[in-house]
């Protein structure tokens, strides 16, 4: 019996199946992945690890120089956002040197909770207020604008190899200050256009606050 066309197309399908050849869409809004003839089964480990670190580091450049919208909202993640709270909770887990003291294991866990769980009530507000955003992408933006905070953390702890004195206290105020309007900045920039004119400042307020408490702990980070 003579098959037709599609009867030849479908068992053509098939047999691609059973032999293994898989073609996986990719959405186009991730840069040059968009193409018909990419495939990430066939790319090396190394190559996806490059290419996912050269994107997170894209992301931080465009949290120091917020200028570029898009990205952080477009092709969102929670690497970044996850290297610094993970880099800032070691800092800071070990600021406490007094051998009479715990091991630290509270610092840790606390940056952990005020980080997350203090973005997701920042995002739910916005959410609340009508802001046109996603949970995630709200997420990934205020995690990547952590890093001006981290930077004045390792800078304070710089600071702290010497010996504390009055002055040195007033510059890692000025440095913790400094990363803290930095991030409420760069969050604002890439969050403020989500919200409608009128409910902004509601929006900002929260922004405002859950950066201060992460900069207060930079400010308060001793080795004593």
């Known amino acids: 019996m003579k098959m037709d066309d599609s009867q030849l197309e479908m068992l053509d ?14 959405s186009k809004s991730i840069g040059n ?22 994107a997170v580091g894209t992301k931080f450049a465009h949290v120091l120089i917020p200028s570029e919208k898009k990205s952080l909202l477009k092709e969102w993640d929670l690497w970044g956002p996850l290297i610094l709270c993970t880099c800032m ?8 040197r007094n051998p009479d003291s715990n ?34 992408q ?14 004045a ?32 900045y760069a969050s604002i920039i890439f969050l403020g256009d989500s919200q409608k004119p009128g ?5 900002v307020y929260p922004i405002f606050l859950f950066y201060f408490i992460i900069s207060w702990l930079v400010m308060s980070h001793t080795n004593v």
């Open 13 to 26: 399908d098939m047999k691609g199946i059973v032999e293994g050849e898989m073609n996986i869409p990719v």
């Open 33 to 54: 992945l968009g193409s018909p003839d990419f495939n990430t089964l066939d790319e090396p480990i190394s190559e996806t690890i490059l290419r996912d670190l050269k």
């Open 89 to 96: 909770a070691m800092i800071l887990q070990g600021s406490n």
């Open 103 to 136: 091991d630290g294991g509270p610092e840790f866990a606390q940056v952990f909770v005020i980080v997350w769980i203090g973005s997701m009530i920042v995002t739910l507000n916005s959410k609340l207020l009508g802001g046109n955003i996603s949970f995630f």
């Open 138 to 151: 709200s997420v990934c933006v205020l995690g990547y604008c952590l890093l001006p905070t981290a930077i």
């Open 153 to 184: 953390l390792i800078t304070c702890s710089i600071i702290l190899m010497a010996e504390d004195t009055y002055f040195l206290f007033a510059l890692r105020v000025i440095v913790s200050l400094i990363g803290f309007g930095w991030a409420t």
């Open 199 to 203: 409910r902004k400042a509601l929006a």
